[in-house]
């Protein structure tokens, strides 16, 4: 089993930049990792992918060239960077990992992954 714990949401002004970061327990288990978030009244949504075995990434449209995401194996954690946050960007940021392959078109569909966290809110004002 592996148990997922985000830390670091927090609120923020619009144009401003946080890391929100995973803990995962077994993180040799997982072959991907991923940020997904869900604002109220919306449907949860793929944010960043990360390869764990590869280090290959992939980014939602709405992020992309904002937000990084990153591993470090040593710590078993993964980090979401997001800079030049937007309002829109507010949401429940949960960490999700998958155990096994993962077809590329299927990087962002949250009933692939295995495993979640509790999520971390992160607000940003304008």
């Known amino acids: 089993q592996v148990q997922l714990v985000e830390s670091g949401g927090d609120s923020v002004q619009a144009g401003g930049s946080l890391r929100v970061s995973c803990v995962a327990s077994?993180?040799?288990?997982?072959?991907?990792m991923a940020w997904f978030r869900q604002a109220p009244g919306k449907e949860r949504e793929g944010v960043a992918v990360?390869?764990?075995?590869?280090?290959?990434?992939y980014y939602a449209d709405s992020v992309k060239g904002r937000f990084t995401i990153s591993q470090d194996n040593a710590k078993n954690t993964v980090y979401l960077q997001m800079n030049s946050l937007k309002p829109e960007d507010t949401a429940m940021y949960y960490c999700?990992?998958?155990?096994?392959?993962?077809?590329?078109?299927?990087?962002?569909?949250?009933?692939?992954?295995?495993?979640w966290g509790q999520g971390t809110q992160v607000t940003v004002s304008s």
């Open positions: 999700a990992a998958k155990v096994g392959r993962l077809w590329v078109a299927d990087v962002f569909k949250s009933d692939k992954y295995n495993y």
């Open positions: 077994e993180y040799y288990r997982s072959n991907y």
């Open positions: 990360i390869s764990t075995d590869y280090g290959s990434t």
